[in-house]
């Protein structure tokens, strides 16, 4: 059973308004999903509604371990170093020997590139650079999960590149990943499949290549017509 998330029925509303409607599917272990959808379609909301951060009103979400999300916002802390930021969570909430996490955190930093930036605060960092120091602070809990929210979204567009590298990266160790982007070109690249949402529910489930070359319904082909790649 390599199955790590089983979505089942899973139906959320604000209030009187279904955001999520009936949404199924599973994911194996080692898997990239990528979810992509006109704005407000439910992306961030199906995100959260996996990661634990929202309710769910009906239906199931079975999850083999525990998730990382990494966000737009870089949401680090600011008055504490990078590596400070990337021991936090290890030590206060994981209760691990400070030495293990410090040597894993620098491990990180060295992948992401980041080594000489281990005592810089996050006023002293790029956004891309922020955003690799979030991707490891999410990695550094050892998550079966890794969820992205459109994280390049907020980025300079040469800052966009460094931050998905870092993405396909992952993809290469085998990490289990549901990446939301608008980044065409890179979804096509790293997906194993394609889920599109539209008005709260999948439209389409399927693989890249037939998602990009050969759309199923219309409302993905006028979704795609959208972007230029
Ligand atoms: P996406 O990430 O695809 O842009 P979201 O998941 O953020 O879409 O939002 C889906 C829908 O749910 C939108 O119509 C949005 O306005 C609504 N929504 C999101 N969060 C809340 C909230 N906390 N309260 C009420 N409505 C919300
Ligand atoms: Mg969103």
Same mark, same amino acid.
């Given at each position: #059973?390599? $199955?790590?998330?089983?979505? =089942?029925?899973?139906?959320?509303?604000?209030?009187?308004?279904?955001?999520?409607?009936?949404?199924?599917?599973?994911?194996?272990?080692?898997?990239?999903?990528?979810?992509?959808?006109?704005?407000?379609?439910?992306?961030?909301?199906?995100?959260?509604?996996?990661?634990?951060? =929202?309710?769910?009103?009906?239906?199931?979400?079975?999850?083999?371990?525990?998730?990382?999300?990494?966000?737009?916002?870089?949401?680090?802390?600011?008055? #504490?170093?990078?590596?400070?930021?990337? #021991?936090?969570?290890?030590?206060?909430?994981?209760?691990?020997?400070?030495?293990?996490?410090?040597?894993?955190?620098?491990?990180?930093?060295?992948?992401?590139?980041?080594?000489?930036?281990?005592?810089?605060?996050?006023?002293?960092?790029?956004?891309?650079?922020?955003?690799?120091?979030?991707?490891?602070?999410?990695?550094?809990?050892?998550?079966?999960?890794?969820?992205?929210? $459109?994280?390049?979204?907020?980025? /300079?567009?040469?800052?966009?590149? $460094?931050?998905? /590298?870092?993405?396909?990266?992952?993809?290469?160790? /085998?990490?289990?990943?549901?990446?939301?982007?608008?980044? #065409?070109?890179?979804?096509?690249?790293?997906?194993?499949?394609?889920?599109?949402?539209?008005?709260?529910?999948?439209? $389409?489930?399927?693989?890249?290549?037939?998602?990009?070359?050969?759309?199923?319904? /219309?409302?993905?082909?006028?979704?795609?017509?959208?972007?230029?790649?």
């Amino acid at each position: #059973m390599d $199955e790590i998330l089983k979505i =089942e029925h899973l139906t959320k509303k604000y209030d009187d308004i279904t955001v999520l409607n009936d949404i199924s599917f599973t994911v194996k272990k080692g898997e990239v999903i990528v979810i992509v959808g006109p704005s407000g379609c439910g992306k961030s909301t199906l995100l959260r509604c996996i990661n634990g951060l =929202e309710g769910i009103n009906d239906g199931k979400v079975d999850i083999q371990g525990k998730t990382g999300m990494v966000f737009q916002s870089y949401e680090l802390f600011p008055h #504490m170093s990078v590596l400070q930021n990337l #021991m936090l969570a290890p030590i206060k909430v994981q209760k691990r020997k400070k030495d293990e996490v410090k040597t894993e955190a620098l491990q990180l930093l060295e992948r992401v590139g980041l080594s000489s930036k281990k005592d810089n605060y996050p006023r002293q960092l790029s956004g891309g650079q922020k955003q690799r120091v979030a991707i490891v602070r999410a990695l550094i809990m050892h998550p079966e999960i890794l969820l992205f929210d $459109e994280v390049t979204a907020a980025l /300079d567009p040469e800052m966009v590149r $460094e931050v998905l /590298d870092v993405i396909l990266d992952l993809a290469k160790q /085998d990490k289990t990943m549901l990446i939301v982007t608008h980044e #065409m070109a890179f979804a096509r690249a790293i997906a194993d499949r394609v889920i599109f949402l539209d008005g709260g529910e999948i439209v $389409e489930d399927t693989l890249p290549r037939e998602f990009f070359d050969a759309p199923h319904t /219309d409302r993905a082909k006028r979704f795609l017509k959208t972007f230029e790649f």
